[in-house]
């Protein structure tokens, strides 16, 4: 069964970064695109990131452009997004998802909490 767990989540102050990992189990990893969203309070989820086992990476998001970035440890099975000069408005819950590329059903972490204040 295919799980997937969000980590490294927490409070960071302004400027500060954070690298959250999404860790995958329970089928091959390179069937599936690993997504990053996030939902902020009282705001819809919103997708920011994605991983392709190819190698490529891709940030939707014009605010996070040149301050997040995408990597994939295929060995781990792990992908990581790494977050550069936080902002208050970073602040939210991130989620990954595994998207099938196969069967096209996603698989969704439970999320990890990111606070971005002074």
């Known amino acids: 069964q295919v799980q997937v767990v969000e980590s490294g989540g927490g409070s960071v102050q302004p400027g500060g970064s954070l690298r959250l990992s999404c860790g995958f189990s329970g089928d091959t990893f390179a069937w599936y695109h690993i997504r990053w969203y996030r939902q902020a309070s009282g705001k819809e989820r919103e997708l920011i990131a994605a991983?392709?086992?190819?190698?490529?990476?891709?940030i939707y998001v014009d605010s996070m452009k040149g301050r997040f970035t995408v990597s994939r440890d295929h060995a781990k099975h792990t992908v990581y997004l790494q977050m550069n000069r936080l902002t208050p408005e970073d602040t939210a819950v991130y989620y990954c998802?595994?998207?099938?590329?196969?069967?096209?059903?996603?698989?969704w972490g439970q999320g990890t909490q990111v606070i971005v204040s002074s």
């Open positions: 998802s595994a998207y099938d590329l196969r069967s096209r059903n996603s698989y």
């Open positions: 991983s392709t086992d190819g190698g490529g990476s891709t």
